[in-house]
């Protein structure tokens, strides 16, 4: 039983002559586009600017927001795949992107539920695509995918919209539970918390510059081949360059004379995904770095999570596809961090601003939710 068997069922009961049938993707999407940004480092930062979005994993794709230019511009309600990654992401505002993303666009208005709904249903059939395998306008327009029509031979936009209007509001009552299990409903400041917030806040603590390799201990990791393993064969995490599930493509068991070390961080050399990785772990890659602190009685969650976040700040905007980042050229690399009265890094500020943002997410998402319960609740009131 799949995980939203639940959730369709409900549906189904409501639409109860909905049938799933396969259409040509290209007779949904008339207009299949791509992004023309070759260079983001030629962009631009700008508050006011447009989304761009890029061939990642998380947040949508987004990438932050720049100067338009004389980059191509795409309409909202549309849907975006990474040409190498397949990787399908609706996308409710306009936006660019870059010659690595296809951008899916129609002539007909569609609802942000139907528009992830459609995504969906793109994404399922993007199995065969990958590095090896890239997407392209010619293969998309052969490309079938599956949609709910009603008995009178239309596409059931009524009922994708219900759906995932109900498949939301499954998961936040799966939030509300998590939540209150895990205690993580608790999101008051602590004095000391509240304190660090308002330093880092005003520019009273002091910050200081130091080579990345004065800091860490760094290491080319072993190369372990997808090939070579057998997936969910073991406890040990199989660590890739990808940003979904915090790189982990899953647990294996392997040769023990491979494994790193955990509680340390993992830059992937190639796409400079940069992970803190808790447990012990195998590496898919040897070109991905190993970062340990060299201050060994550091080794705490909250520190690293803040570590990982300066490392982004410091290497991102450097290193790229095509330019990827090594144990050689990071031994030129510098890191800011807060310091304490004898200008070494102040692990302690790190940790408790990350347990201090930590609980203020948390304190957005019970809002959000709380929020989304009663507009649920009002919804159910009115029928």
Not at 191 to 219: A, M, P
């Amino acid at each position: 039983m799949s995980p939203n068997s639940n959730v369709e069922k409900r549906v189904r009961a409501k639409y109860p002559d909905i049938e799933i049938k396969k259409i040509l993707l290209s007779q949904i999407f008339n207009k299949i586009g791509r992004g023309n940004i070759s260079r983001q480092k030629d962009l631009i930062p700008s508050k006011n600017g447009v989304n761009l979005i890029v061939q990642k994993n998380v947040d949508n794709g987004y990438s932050g927001n720049f100067e338009l230019g004389e980059n191509r511009i795409f309409k909202a309600q549309s849907i975006i795949i990474g040409r190498q990654t397949g990787w399908v992401y609706y996308q409710p505002e306009k936006f660019m992107t870059t010659d690595g993303v296809l951008v899916l666009e129609s002539d007909f208005q569609i609802t942000d539920s139907q528009g992830l709904y459609l995504a969906s249903a793109v994404n399922k059939q993007m199995g065969p695509f990958g590095y090896n395998n890239p997407v392209s306008v010619a293969k998309l327009k052969k490309l079938d995918i599956y949609l709910p029509f009603s008995s009178n031979g239309m596409i059931a936009f009524d009922y994708m919209e219900a759906y995932i209007k109900e498949l939301e509001a499954e998961r936040i009552k799966e939030l509300e539970a998590y939540l209150v299990a895990t205690g993580l409903n608790d999101y008051v400041l602590t004095d000391e918390e509240e304190k660090v917030l308002g330093h880092l806040k005003s520019g009273e603590i002091e910050w200081g510059v130091f080579k990345i390799t004065d800091v860490f201990n760094i290491t080319n990791t072993h190369n372990i081949l997808k090939k070579d393993i057998v997936p969910d064969s073991g406890s040990t995490p199989y660590v890739t360059a990808g940003e979904n599930n915090n790189g982990v493509s899953t647990c294996i068991t392997y040769d023990l004379g491979k494994i790193e070390r955990g509680n340390s961080i993992l830059i992937a050399g190639k796409t400079m995904v940069v992970t803190y990785q808790p447990q012990d772990f195998f590496s898919n890659d040897s070109h991905n770095l190993s970062l340990n602190l060299r201050e060994n009685n550091r080794y705490e969650k909250n520190t690293q999570l803040f570590l990982v976040s300066s490392l982004k700040a410091a290497l991102f905007h450097k290193y790229e596809w095509g330019n990827s980042i090594s144990s050689k050229k990071i031994k030129s690399d510098y890191i800011s961090l807060p310091i304490n009265n004898d200008k070494r890094p102040n692990y302690q500020i790190m940790s408790v601003y990350i347990k201090a943002i930590e609980k203020l997410v948390i304190k957005g998402v019970v809002e959000w939710k709380n929020k989304q319960i009663e507009a649920t609740r009002d919804v159910a009131n009115s029928d």
